[in-house]
């Protein structure tokens, strides 16, 4: 078996300078943020001043948000590591010839902070002989289970419970249990996949001292600190991980990358997305709470802050659980995080099923962000679009997609996701 190293170089996009740390220092603390009932105007300042040209929403809201986020939501993303990927197997006979797999094992801190493995499917032909889009996602469950290859290595970490798991350790039996990845479909649409299973990142446990946070806490400390990144945040940082093998990968075009992820994942998908420009659409699927609805919510069916921070205390840092039960305080809603991501295209696909995660409140964090695109000389959704029919994508850069199912991926889904991305990856 033949391997390769690369050195990935650092992005300077993705590097928090030491004064946006260091202003987090200036914030109030959470019993002194104003209650603000209404969402936030994405185009207003902390200080109330308003942004009214690009330079002022790149060079200072942008900036501000991104610290704002951090500070009172998901924690402080650690450092992009110097990241040596070493090809550990390639094989270019799947699906009949139709796709090559490849495994790769990403260096991503000192010796013994954990690797990460990222599964790549690639076209062996596309149809204008470019190399292909890719969408790069985590998965749940490892990735022996995307699909029935026995040439693909079990993890050797923490497992949640599941088909062909037993003492929280993967095994043989779990390959190819996962029905959320249409491996060969995609690859029939031109489409590169490339998957890293989550908990490789951080184990989805409640220990916040496992998995790369021990090695990336920004505090400096010794126990995971109050304020750095939790999982939400660690999931997305392993995330640009992968973005950083993919734009050195000549099989996949390193100007479209997808970013994809459902629920939890989703969540994570839209703050890497948000945070880092080499992503060129977004695809967080039924991210709800803490993702893609609001807040603030409407909807008496959607979760809410405090029972998302109950159940899952890992995911976001303490003045978020601070802020539980007054969200009003909250000095940003998540369309603001959908406005990071301005002007590249992004997707809020939903099942009506799935009240949970509050489909309609998505729609309207769409619509909440779209000033922001605005600005920045893209449609993003026409000023008339109501709530569509169901199993209608509508929108442009901002777009949005509902139908009757239950909080899942299938087959039907990826054609929905792959549909955005051929229309809006020029």
């Not at 470019?130 to 970490?157: M, Y």
């Not at 069916?301 to 659980?321: C, M, Q, R, S, Y």
């Given at each position: 078996?033949?391997?390769?190293?690369?050195?990935?170089?650092?992005?300077?996009?993705?590097?928090?300078s030491f004064a946006t740390f260091a202003a987090a220092a200036d914030l109030p603390p959470v019993e002194n943020l104003p209650a603000v009932a209404?969402?936030?105007?994405?185009?207003?300042?902390?200080?109330?001043?308003?942004?009214?040209?690009?330079?002022?929403?790149?060079?200072?809201?942008?900036?501000?948000l991104k610290t704002l986020f951090q500070h009172y939501m998901y924690g402080y993303l650690g450092d992009a590591p110097k990241v040596t990927a070493t090809e550990i197997s390639k094989h270019d006979d799947l699906f009949g010839g139709k796709a090559t797999m490849k495994q790769v094992t990403l260096t991503v801190g000192p010796p013994e902070c954990p690797k990460l493995d990222l599964l790549l499917f690639v076209p062996n032909k596309?149809?204008?002989?470019?190399?292909?889009?890719?969408?790069?996602?985590?998965?749940?469950?490892?990735?022996?289970?995307?699909?029935?290859?026995?040439?693909?290595?079990?993890?050797?970490?923490w497992m949640r419970d599941g088909p062909g798991v037993e003492n929280h350790?993967?095994?043989?039996?779990?390959?190819?249990?996962?029905?959320?990845?249409?491996?060969?479909?995609?690859?029939?649409?031109?489409?590169?996949?490339?998957?890293?299973?989550?908990?490789?990142?951080?184990?989805?446990?409640?220990?916040?001292?496992?998995?790369?946070?021990?090695?990336?806490r920004k505090s400096g400390g010794q126990e995971h600190g109050p304020l750095d990144m939790h999982a939400i945040a660690a999931w997305a940082w392993g995330l640009h991980r992968g973005v950083d093998y993919l734009v050195t990968d000549k099989e996949v075009d390193p100007k479209r990358i997808v970013v994809f992820g459902h629920s939890r994942n989703g969540k994570a998908a839209l703050v890497a997305?948000?945070?880092?420009?080499?992503?060129?659409?977004?695809?967080?699927?039924?991210?709800?709470?803490?993702?893609?609805?609001?807040?603030?919510?409407?909807?008496?069916?959607?979760?809410?802050?405090?029972?998302?921070?109950?159940?899952?205390?890992?995911?976001?840092?303490?003045?978020?659980?601070?802020?539980?039960?007054?969200?009003?305080?909250?000095?940003f809603d998540q369309h603001c995080l959908v406005a990071?991501?301005?002007?590249?295209?992004?997707?809020?696909?939903?099942?009506?099923?799935?009240?949970?995660?509050?489909?309609?409140?998505?729609?309207?964090?769409l619509v909440a962000a779209r000033p922001v695109y605005r600005l920045l000389g893209v449609t993003g959704m026409p000023d008339d679009l109501k709530q569509p029919e169901p199993g209608k994508l509508v929108g442009d850069q901002l777009c949005y997609f509902v139908d009757g199912s239950k909080h899942v991926v299938d087959q039907h889904y990826w054609d929905v996701f792959l549909d955005f991305a051929d229309k809006t990856l020029k």
């Open positions: 078996m033949n391997a390769r190293r690369l050195l990935l170089a650092l992005s300077p996009a993705l590097l928090l209404e969402l936030p105007d994405p185009l207003k300042m902390f200080d109330g001043t308003p942004v009214e040209t690009k330079e002022q929403w790149e060079t200072r809201r942008k900036p501000e596309t149809k204008d002989n470019r190399p292909a889009p890719v969408v790069l996602g985590l998965n749940f469950t490892g990735n022996h289970t995307v699909l029935d290859d026995k040439r693909i290595v079990l993890p050797k970490g350790r993967a095994t043989e039996a779990g390959r190819g249990t996962s029905k959320a990845w249409s491996i060969e479909h995609i690859i029939d649409r031109g489409y590169a996949v490339a998957t890293i299973y989550y908990g490789d990142i951080l184990p989805d446990n409640n220990d916040l001292n496992g998995g790369v946070l021990p090695y990336f997305g948000a945070f880092d420009e080499r992503i060129a659409a977004v695809i967080p699927h039924q991210a709800g709470c803490g993702g893609t609805a609001p807040s603030r919510r409407k909807n008496p069916k959607g979760e809410t802050v405090t029972i998302i921070n109950k159940n899952f205390p890992h995911w976001f840092n303490a003045n978020f659980k601070k802020l539980s039960g007054q969200e009003e305080k909250i000095p990071l991501c301005a002007p590249r295209p992004v997707l809020l696909s939903n099942g009506d099923q799935d009240q949970w995660a509050d489909p309609p409140g998505q729609f309207d964090m």
